[in-house]
C-alpha cells in the first residue's frame, strides 16, 4: 500500500496521540455526561472581577488599607452555605439557578492580554498553533440553530483572542458596539439606493468568482468567500431585526437596566432567532474609571459595576425562563484572574490567577450548588480545584459537545480542551 508523506505524518501524530493519552481518555470519553444546552451566552467581565468582593464573598472583612478581606458586607444565598456580597441581592435570591464555580485556576497573573486569551482558548499562547475560542469552536461544532443568522455574535470589541485560529473564517463571529445598530458592516451606508447596491454586489460577485477561479483548492479562499456570501445573507434576513430594541416592551428593557442590561436583553433576542454563542462584553469602564481591573480608587466604586451585573444578569435569567429558553442557554460569567484579598497602596487590589471564579447559570446543569471551597480569604483552593480545561470541557459538554474529541488544524489533531474534565455533578 503507497502512503504519502502526508498522510505517513496524520497517522503517526494519532498513533502518538494515542500512546500518549492512553485507555483512560477513552474511557472517559464513554463516561462523558453530555448536556441539552442549545445556546450560550458568554459574559465577560474584562479586568479581573473580585470574587472575594462577589460570588466567593467571605464574613472576613477589610478595611481597603491594611487588613485583608471582603470589602463590602455579604448575604445568604439560596444556596446553603454559599455568601455573595451585598450588591448582589437579586442573584442571591435566585441562586438556585446559578452554580458558583469558586476554585477556577491558572498561571497568568500579570498579563491581561495573555489572561484574556487563556480564558477564552483554554491554552497558552502557542508560537505554532493559533487556536480558536470557545466562541469559535461552539460555532463550529453546533453552527447556527437557523438560516440567516451568524452562530458567534460578540457584543464589544473585536480581537483575536475571541477569533476562529486554525478553524478559519466560517467560525469567526459577527461583533457589533452599539446595540441600537447593530454590526456597523451590515448596515448600508446613507445615500445607497437599491440600484446602486445591486450593482456594487454584481462587481464583488465578479471578483469574488474570478478571484476563487484563478486559487483552485485554496481552503483559505473558499472559506473567506464563503464568508462574504454569508454578510449578504445576514443583511437581508431576520437576523438585523433583533436589534430594534425598542420593539421590547418598556418595562421590560428598564428591568434590564442600563447599557449592560440592554445587552443581555439583545442577547436574548439574538439566541431566540437562531444565533449559538453571544459573548457580552460588560466593560463600562467610565462607571468607576477602571472597569473591573480595580486598582488603587476603582475599588471603591466597585459596587457600581456589581450592581449593574447584578440587575442585567438577573432580568436576563428571569426573562429566559419566562421565554422557556433557561433549560436550552447556558449562561456563562467569566472573566480573566481574580483579586488577592490584601489591598495595594492605593487602596485596591491586584491580580490573582491561583484562586478565582466563574458563575453558571441554566443550560439544563444541576444548579442551586457550588464547585469549589476556598480557605477563609478565598486565596487558597481547599477543595475541587477547576481548571480552564475542566471548566471549558464542562461548558462544551453541556452544550452537547463532547470534551474528549479532537479538532483538526490542517491534518494535525488538536484535542479540543487541554485534557479538560466535565464537572460531572452538574450534570443529571
Given at each position: ?16 496521540g494515542a500512546a500518549t493519552l492512553g485507555a483512560p481518555l477513552f474511557a472517559e470519553e464513554k463516561k462523558t455526561p453530555l448536556g441539552k444546552a442549545e445556546h450560550c451566552i ?261 459596587h457600581q459595576l456589581i450592581q449593574r451585573l447584578d440587575q442585567g444578569v438577573a432580568a436576563l435569567i428571569a426573562d429566559l425562563e419566562n421565554q422557556r429558553l433557561l433549560d ?64 471549558f470541557a464542562t461548558i462544551f459538554a453541556a452544550m452537547g459537545i463532547n470534551p474528549a474529541k479532537n479538532l483538526m488544524a490542517d491534518d494535525r489533531p488538536v484535542p479540543i ?12
Open positions: 500500500m503507497n502512503i504519502s508523506r502526508r498522510n505517513f505524518i496524520a497517522r503517526s501524530a494519532l498513533a502518538a458568554f459574559v465577560w467581565l474584562g479586568g479581573g472581577m473580585s470574587h472575594l468582593d462577589t460570588f466567593d464573598a467571605k464574613t472576613t472583612k477589610g478595611d481597603g488599607l491594611k487588613k485583608p478581606g471582603c470589602y463590602y458586607d455579604t448575604i445568604e444565598t439560596a444556596i446553603p452555605g454559599v455568601r455573595f456580597c451585598e450588591h448582589l441581592p437579586r442573584l442571591a435570591k435566585m441562586a438556585d439557578k446559578l452554580v458558583p464555580v469558586r476554585s477556577v485556576n491558572h498561571t497568568v497573573i500579570d498579563e491581561h492580554a495573555a489572561a484574556v486569551n487563556r480564558m477564552h482558548t483554554g491554552r497558552p499562547v502557542s508560537g505554532s498553533v493559533v487556536y480558536p475560542s470557545i466562541g469559535s469552536i461552539i460555532a463550529h461544532q453546533r453552527h447556527a440553530a437557523a438560516e440567516g443568522v451568524p452562530p458567534y455574535v460578540l457584543i464589544g470589541y473585536p480581537s483575536a483572542t475571541r477569533g476562529p485560529g486554525f478553524l478559519g473564517p466560517k467560525a469567526g463571529y459577527v461583533y457589533l458596539t452599539d446595540t441600537a445598530a447593530g454590526p456597523a458592516g451590515l448596515t448600508r451606508m446613507p445615500g445607497i439606493t437599491d440600484e446602486r447596491q445591486s450593482r456594487r454586489e454584481s462587481l464583488l460577485a465578479s471578483l469574488r468568482s474570478d478571484y476563487v477561479a484563478r486559487n483552485p483548492g485554496d481552503k483559505l479562499v473558499q472559506d473567506y468567500d464563503d464568508a462574504i456570501g454569508e454578510v449578504f445573507k445576514l443583511q437581508g434576513g431576520d437576523f438585523m431585526k433583533a436589534f430594534d430594541l425598542a420593539s421590547e416592551s418598556g418595562s421590560l428593557r428598564q428591568t434590564y437596566g442600563d447599557e449592560f442590561g440592554q445587552r443581555c436583553m439583545l442577547a436574548r433576542r439574538l439566541i431566540q432567532r437562531g444565533v449559538r454563542f453571544v459573548e457580552v462584553g460588560f466593560n463600562l469602564n467610565f462607571v468607576n474609571g477602571a472597569g473591573w481591573d480595580t486598582h488603587n480608587g476603582a475599588q471603591k466604586q466597585q436550552k442557554t447556558l449562561i456563562v460569567i467569566a472573566t480573566e484572574f481574580g483579586r488577592p484579598a490584601a489591598f495595594d497602596a492605593g487602596g485596591g487590589r491586584g491580580h490573582y490567577g491561583k484562586c478565582f471564579t466563574s458563575v453558571l447559570a441554566g443550560g439544563g446543569l444541576r444548579t442551586g450548588q457550588f464547585v469549589g471551597t476556598t480557605d477563609d480569604l478565598a486565596m487558597n483552593i481547599v477543595a475541587e480545584p477547576v481548571g480552564v480545561h475542566d471548566l480542551t487541554d485534557k479538560g474534565q466535565a464537572m460531572a455533578k452538574l450534570f443529571a
